[in-house]
């Protein structure tokens, strides 16, 4: 084992900024036409793959294709295939959860839903990676699975250092996060996986793993901003109908409060979790929630001010949004001792 000095990743060993030319973006449950609240009609598809060139999300994402079906030209397909048993006790859909590209192999992880429960919660049979050779086109089922009671059933990936980092929560949305890693070479080899402990890396065992970060946790996203230095965390808090946003300087810990980023009122339930695109090989990646692309768009901002100002202090301008609320009292695991330092916040107060 490694040590955490050495393993977490710290200043100076962040991924590098790459200018993102292509993003994937996979949907899960998809119909020909709309038929009311909860999904149906004609055209059921699991999954779905978009792709998008477009560099400014100032305006929003423009797709440019969709991944189809070549005996039906224009129409999309479903990527990763499911037997659509609806009984509650076989394949019912298989919604992807994460994706990342590795080389020129692109990487889904996705889950084989049993049933759908209570609202926030479902039953998996298992999660599993699926990958693609051919740009999206076809895709394998890899067999590298995670059981229906694992900590990593839904998955966010993130690249550094020439690991796969796996941050993961339980099924349905009211789990805590835990983290996992895995050499890039060995992303198909489940017993490379190594998982955080709370101090050190545990080889080949899912149940070393601790919280890094307290429940409630839904279906989760993170990304590095070069700009903040920080890595950003989305995911939705379902007892609040919130997406919620943390940041840290190092993966393993020290993630801040909680920040509410928009509430369920202005959000459409189909879009309280855009799945993690997949990088085009070697072009960098897309802020993959909902919130992230909100993230984005502040920064855009924030770079347009500072350039305007030509400030002569080198501080960074505060992420600033009206809908945001800071600090709500949840804390990461580890974070409450670090509270009492002078540790800068990400998301400032609301806007006056």
Not at 63 to 84: R, V
Not at 319 to 347: F, I, K, M, P, T
Request: with cysteine.
């Amino acid at each position: 084992m490694r040590s955490a000095a050495r393993t977490s990743a710290s200043r100076g060993t962040r991924p590098p900024i790459r200018r993102i030319r292509r993003r994937w973006c996979c949907s899960g449950d998809s119909f020909d036409s709309w038929s009311g609240d909860g999904g149906g009609g004609g055209g059921w598809r699991s999954n779905l793959l978009a792709l998008s060139e477009d560099r400014d999300l100032t305006d929003g994402l423009t797709f440019k294709t969709m991944i189809a079906d070549p005996a039906m030209p224009g129409y999309a397909k479903e990527i990763i295939g499911s037997a659509h048993d609806t009984s509650g006790n076989g394949d019912f859909t298989a919604i992807p959860a994460a994706g990342v590209t590795v080389g020129n192999r692109h990487y889904i992880e996705y889950m084989q839903i049993k049933a759908w429960g209570a609202a926030g919660r479902w039953t998996t049979n298992f999660s599993e990676i699926a990958y693609s050779d051919d740009d999206g086109q076809t895709w394998t089922k890899s067999g590298v699975k995670w059981d229906s009671g694992s900590k990593f059933a839904q998955s966010a990936y993130l690249k550094d250092g020439g690991y796969v980092y796996m941050f993961g929560t339980p099924t349905g949305r009211f789990g805590g996060i835990y983290l996992s890693r895995v050499p890039e070479a060995d992303i198909l080899t489940k017993a490379s996986y190594e998982y955080w402990n709370g101090t050190d890396w545990t080889a080949n065992d899912e149940t070393a793993a601790v919280r890094i970060v307290d429940a409630p946790a839904g279906e989760l996203s993170v990304a590095y901003n070069a700009y903040y230095d920080k890595y950003i965390m989305t995911y939705l808090n379902e007892d609040r109908a919130a997406i919620a946003l943390r940041s840290s300087s190092e993966l393993t810990g020290g993630w801040s409060g909680e920040s509410e980023i928009a509430t369920g009122g202005g959000i459409p339930r189909a879009l309280r979790r855009v799945h993690p695109p997949l990088e085009s090989a070697g072009q960098g990646s897309l802020f993959p929630h909902v919130a992230m692309a909100a993230v984005q768009r502040i920064s855009n901002a924030c770079y347009a001010r500072a350039r305007q100002s030509r400030a002569q202090s080198d501080r960074r301008p505060e992420l600033r949004g009206s809908n945001v609320r800071h600090d709500l009292g949840a804390v990461g695991a580890g974070e409450r001792q670090r509270r009492r330092g002078s540790q800068r916040r990400l998301v400032p107060q609301r806007r006056q």
